[in-house]
């Protein structure tokens, strides 16, 4: 089993920069990849970045050179940071760890983009 807690969410004005974290607990041994997605009301969850056990990214069009995935030195956290944030950017944000067996899901943090 894993855990996911997501922090840094909050409100920003467009143009803005946030750094979401994402904190893993229990079998972090099995993690393969681990992601972050965005869900925006009324829309559906959508891929934002993904980080792989060996250092590959992948970034949805709609964020690349904006967004950075990155992982901590001792990887149990990934952290996203957010630039030159858009109001398209607003959505609750989810941390996304997969290993071999099961896919886990933090429980989120919302990001509000609003002047």
């Known amino acids: 089993q894993v855990q996911l807690v997501e922090s840094g969410g909050g409100l920003v004005q467009p143009g803005g920069s946030l750094r979401l974290s994402c904190v893993a607990s229990?079998?972090?041994?099995?993690?393969?990849?681990m992601a972050w997605y965005r869900q925006a009301p009324g829309k559906q969850r959508e891929l934002v970045a993904t980080l792989t056990s060996g250092g590959s990214t992948n970034y949805a069009d709609s964020v690349k050179g904006r967004f950075t995935i990155s992982r901590g030195n001792a990887k149990n956290r990934l952290y996203l940071q957010m630039n030159s944030l858009k109001p398209e950017d607003a959505a609750v944000y989810y941390c996304n760890a997969d290993s071999n067996l099961a896919t886990y899901w933090g429980q989120g943090t919302q990001v509000t983009v609003s002047s």
């Open positions: 229990g079998n972090i041994f099995s993690i393969n990849t």
